[in-house]
């Protein structure tokens, strides 16, 4: 198995810009693994690869989303390694490569986000100093960091191969596991409490509470949840709706009369 230079150059920047977008700047293309399939197909040359993986990998992320905070598997660096050994070394030898190391990005992006919220804390001293150029510039380690944690496994396994990367994940300290995974379990409560402040909390606890009680204690998956949340906003939207209507023919008696 090998690649150009060129090649491990462009696959590694691909996954820097993917992890990036991900996060937002610019967001074109919202970590779609069928997409950078196809960007990784393009440079090594072979895209109906790039798209058999990439839809592949999609099957597997459908309904997949990081929501508060929390972190899940890095499909879309699965997609970009699993596309490129790929192609050298048949697309089972991909996935069983690619799969691994985007489970592995969990961790990553847990280890992340610790380091970004430094980062903010910095940023907003030199805002309380009004440094504001500071601030801006420090807060570009941000997205370097997301960038590098996907582009550094992605160059690892490029060029070090299967072996480099099983090293890397069966050398891992259990304790630094289990930390990581206490804290990636830990971000979709600080994320949803995050919410809930910017949120009407007071004036709609009532529709809180119930949401609550149907997850935590009826253990309804969150689809049905939604759909009850989606039932209940639909009512009160109606009944919003009624009551508007009402004040403006209340209020064009009054002016005929």
């Known amino acids: 198995m090998s690649f150009t230079v060129l090649q491990v150059i462009l696959i590694t920047l691909l996954a820097f810009i993917k992890h990036i977008d991900y996060y937002g700047i610019p967001m074109l293309f919202v970590n779609y693994p069928v997409f950078w ?54 697309i089972e030898a991909g996935l069983a490569l690619g799969i691994p190391v985007g489970m592995l990005g969990v961790q990553f992006d847990v280890i992340v986000k610790i380091l970004n919220g430094f980062v903010v804390k910095k940023s907003q001293e030199y805002a309380n100093k009004k440094e504001f150029k500071k601030m801006n510039l420090v807060l570009w380690i941000c997205p370097i ?42 971000l979709p409560a600080v994320g949803i409490a995050m919410l809930l402040r910017f949120m009407p909390l007071k004036q709609y606890i009532n529709y809180f509470l119930i949401g609550f009680v149907i997850s935590a204690f009826l253990k309804m998956p969150v689809i049905g949840v939604a759909i009850v949340g989606f039932a209940l906003a639909f009512d009160l939207y109606k009944r919003r709706e009624h ?7 209340g209020g064009g008696d009054n002016e005929d009369e």
């Open 37 to 90: 399939g196809l960007f990784t197909g393009i440079i090594v040359g072979d895209v109906n690869t790039g798209l058999v993986v990439g839809g592949t990998v999609q099957l597997m992320a459908l309904g997949v989303s990081g929501f508060g905070g929390s972190s899940v598997p890095d499909y879309g660096t699965t997609t970009i390694i699993a596309t490129a050994i790929g192609t050298k070394m048949g």
């Open 145 to 186: 960091l997301f960038g590098l944690s996907a582009a550094i496994p992605v160059f690892i396994s490029l060029t070090l191969g299967t072996t480099a990367v099983n090293f890397l994940l069966n050398n891992m300290p259990t304790w630094f596991i289990s930390g990581l995974t206490l804290a990636g379990n830990m």
């Open 243 to 249: 009551e508007a209507s009402l004040n403006i023919s």
